[in-house]
């Protein structure tokens, strides 16, 4: 019943102090090759996701110290969010919230109420201690 309600698995974001290393080590030891990056300067957000097609890993850092520091938890890499496709994300947004669940930007520095437009998507994130201690985050493309 979850799958019907998130939609499809989009990818994984593991966050990490250096960038390039982390995407060297992912396509050396795994065999994953470089699909995109993304940049969200607004965020402070670079990413690069490795992979084809759905289950792609994102890898991205933060240009905030501060911030990257928080999410890294003293490691250098870790993983930090599941993300899903979704349709109807105002409905999921609202359903989720219900159980408790709260949101945040992507940077983590701000909380939100409703999904933002990022590029081709709208999109929110969940405040992890809000969600059972995963981050979630909810992917809807923009109607054309």
């Given at each position: 019943?979850?799958?019907?309600?998130?939609?499809?698995?989009?990818?994984?974001?593991?966050?990490?102090?250096?960038?390039?290393?982390?995407?060297?080590?992912?396509?050396?030891?795994?065999?994953?090759?470089?699909?995109?990056?993304?940049?969200l300067p607004q965020y402070g957000i670079?990413?690069?996701?490795?992979?084809?097609?759905?289950?792609?890993?994102?890898?991205?850092?933060?240009?905030d110290a501060g911030l990257l520091d928080?999410?890294?938890?003293?490691?250098?890499?870790?993983?930090?969010?599941?993300?899903?496709?979704?349709?109807?994300i105002d409905a999921l947004t609202a359903?989720?919230?219900?159980?408790?669940?709260?949101?945040?930007?992507?940077?983590?520095?701000?909380?939100?109420?409703?999904?933002?437009?990022?590029?081709?998507?709208?999109?929110?994130?969940?405040?992890?201690?809000?969600?059972?201690?995963?981050?979630?985050?909810?992917?809807?493309?923009?109607?054309?």
């Amino acid at each position: 019943m979850i799958a019907a309600v998130f939609g499809d698995f989009d990818h994984v974001g593991w966050v990490v102090r250096d960038l390039d290393e982390a995407a060297t080590w992912a396509r050396e030891a795994l065999g994953l090759e470089l699909a995109r990056t993304a940049t969200l300067p607004q965020y402070g957000i670079d990413a690069y996701f490795l992979g084809p097609g759905s289950g792609t890993l994102e890898i991205f850092t933060l240009a905030d110290a501060g911030l990257l520091d928080a999410r890294l938890e003293g490691q250098p890499r870790r993983l930090d969010h599941v993300a899903f496709r979704v349709q109807g994300i105002d409905a999921l947004t609202a359903m989720l919230r219900a159980s408790g669940a709260r949101f945040c930007t992507p940077d983590r520095a701000q909380e939100i109420a409703e999904p933002l437009e990022v590029g081709p998507m709208r999109q929110i994130w969940t405040v992890p201690a809000s969600t059972g201690g995963l981050a979630l985050q909810l992917n809807e493309p923009l109607a054309h």
